[in-house]
Every structure is written in C-alpha cells, then in structure tokens.
C-alpha cells in the first residue's frame, strides 16, 4: 500500500522548514495630499501648498480663477473680529462667504453673475450698500481680460488693460472707499499680466497707485502661485524661448481707509 498523502501544505503556512510563501502585496496606499497645519502668515511672503484648507472646499475648485482660500482666511483673521462684516465685491464661487463662515464673520459677497444663491448681483461699481458699513474688504477682482467670466457687459473682465480697465478700477476703489468704514481695511488680490503681442501690465502698481485718493498704504505681501500651467512643460518652453515670464506671484495690496476730517461714521 502506498504511504498516505501528507496534507496539502500552503507554502505561506508558517511551520518550520516550510518555503517561504509569496509576500502578501500590500495594498497600495492612497495618495493623500499633505497640507500642512493652517497657521497666520507672518512675513510678506505667503505661500500654502493647496488651494484649499481642511478637508472641505471653500468656494469651488472647478470656478477658473478661484482665490486660495488660506488668502482669505488670513486677511479676514489679521484685520476683522468675530462678528464683523466682511464685503468681497467680486465674490465668484463664494470663497470669502465659506471662510467668513469658518471664522465667524459676517460675509456679505456681490458679483455680476452670482454662482449661489448667497451671492447677490450688483456691478463692484455700485453696490447696495450704506456708506461707512463694512468692516474690512476682500477683493480678486479680474486681472484685465485674462480670463472669460460671463457674459453680463458689465464684467470688468471684458476690458482691457489698455486704460479701459484702470478706469473701471478706479470707480470700483471709490465704492469700496464709501462703503469701508474709516480706519479699515481694504486688501486687493491681484496678479500682473504679460499677454504675447501686447506686452507687461503691472496690474500690482497700477492699483497700488490708484487706491492712494482714498487709502495709505498698509503693507504689500508676495503670495506665490501654485497654477497648475507653472509647471507644464510647454508653458516653460515658451517662457524660455520666447523671452517672457511666467508669473510666479500674486500681489497682496494691503491698505487702511483714511478717515475724513468731515466724515461721520
Ligand atoms: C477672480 S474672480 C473672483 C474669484 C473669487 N474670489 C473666488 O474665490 O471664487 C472675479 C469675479 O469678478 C466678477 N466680476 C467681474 N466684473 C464685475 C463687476 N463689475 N462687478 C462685480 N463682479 C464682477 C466675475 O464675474 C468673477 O466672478
């Protein structure tokens, strides 16, 4: 009679003296984006790895043209109390409106062609609002015609920077000056612009000037750019041969409204 059969033997059984078995693969860990901890930005130059903070949305991610929220955070927690107002006149996908919620302001956001029902529609150029009734502005207004927002004429985002955009600026500075209580802040998110066959224009200085009527000067911060097209290969190749730069960083223009001898809150 033949031997009985030893019992089948799984080599990633664990006996002495067995093969080791195959290494079980370990499932591939999912790719989680580190952000670092949300803290205040203390030097003038600012940088977050993403365009969000938490694990929530602020504002929308599929909106072109979307302001990093920890911008916005950290003005609105530098220069405003729990409680206060905060205006954001080109308010798009909302993203002042979600951190006024995270930090327990009162945001109140206007924009030609509102994305939610929270956004009411006014022109930044006249808004519905009592003078001296805001207690800081946050603004990303459109950098000239570099980006298609709507199609409502009144979109500062048509214009170019050839003068017909500085002018439209300027009526937007002396709305927010009517409406910004005295002493407060205003901060003005914006980006240079280079288009090919037309040239540079420093959108930065030309509203840090314009502000100046109404506004002194409260500081300037670096905010470095995180856009996607920095680092795409062609982008760069053009860059290079073609002898202009991408830009690299928005400016922050911080301002604090003069306070009128004649004013009265
Ligand atoms: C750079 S986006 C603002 C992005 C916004 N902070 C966000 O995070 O989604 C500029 C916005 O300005 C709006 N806009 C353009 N002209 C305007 C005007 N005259 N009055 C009010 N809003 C205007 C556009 O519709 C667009 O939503």
Same mark, same amino acid.
């Given at each position: 009679m033949?031997p ?7 080599y990633s059984?664990?006996?002495p003296?067995?093969?080791?078995g195959?290494k ?11 952000k670092?901890p949300l803290?205040?930005?203390v030097t003038t130059?600012?940088?977050y &790895?993403?365009q969000?903070y938490?694990? #929530?949305?602020?504002?929308?991610? @599929?909106?072109? $043209?979307a302001t990093?929220s ?7 927690h530098r220069?405003?109390?729990p409680g206060?107002i905060v205006?954001?006149p080109?308010?798009g ?13 009162k945001?109140?956001g206007?924009d030609v062609a ?5 956004i009411?529609?006014?022109?930044a150029?006249s808004l519905p609002l ?5 207690d800081?502005?946050f603004?990303d &207004?459109?950098y000239?015609?570099?980006? #298609?927002?709507?199609d409502?004429? @009144?979109?500062? $985002?048509?214009?170019?920077?050839n003068g017909?955009?500085?002018?439209a600026?300027?009526?937007v ?7 910004l209580?005295?002493e ?7 980006c240079?612009?280079f288009?090919?066959?037309?040239g540079f224009f420093p959108l930065g200085?030309e509203?840090?000037e314009?502000?100046?009527p109404?506004?002194?000067?409260l500081?300037h ?5 995180h856009n996607?097209t920095l680092?795409m290969?062609n982008y760069?190749k053009?860059?290079d041969?073609g002898?202009?730069l991408l830009?690299?960083f ?6 604090r ?6 004013d009265?809150?």
């Amino acid at each position: 009679m033949p031997p009985p059969r030893p019992p089948a033997v799984h080599y990633s059984d664990p006996f002495p003296g067995a093969r080791p078995g195959p290494k079980p693969i370990p499932p591939r860990p999912r790719r989680l984006l580190k952000k670092p901890p949300l803290v205040p930005q203390v030097t003038t130059l600012w940088d977050y &790895p993403s365009q969000h903070y938490g694990n #929530e949305e602020q504002g929308s991610q @599929r909106f072109k $043209g979307a302001t990093p929220s920890y911008v916005i955070w950290n003005v609105i927690h530098r220069y405003s109390e729990p409680g206060e107002i905060v205006l954001d006149p080109f308010c798009g996908s909302g993203t002042t409106l979600d951190v006024c919620r995270d930090l327990d302001r009162k945001g109140l956001g206007f924009d030609v062609a509102p994305m939610r029902p929270d956004i009411q529609q006014a022109d930044a150029r006249s808004l519905p609002l009592k003078q001296r009734s805001v207690d800081l502005i946050f603004m990303d &207004p459109p950098y000239a015609d570099n980006l #298609e927002y709507s199609d409502d004429p @009144r979109c500062i $985002g048509k214009l170019k920077a050839n003068g017909q955009y500085q002018r439209a600026m300027r009526l937007v500075l002396r709305e927010c000056a009517r409406v910004l209580r005295n002493e407060r802040v205003l901060a003005i998110y914006v980006c240079d612009v280079f288009q090919k066959g037309r040239g540079f224009f420093p959108l930065g200085f030309e509203l840090f000037e314009m502000a100046r009527p109404h506004f002194t000067p409260l500081d300037h911060v670096a905010v470095v750019r995180h856009n996607r097209t920095l680092e795409m290969g062609n982008y760069r190749k053009a860059a290079d041969e073609g002898g202009f730069l991408l830009r690299g960083f928005n400016h922050l223009l911080l301002f604090r409204r003069n306070a009128h001898p004649f004013d009265r809150e």
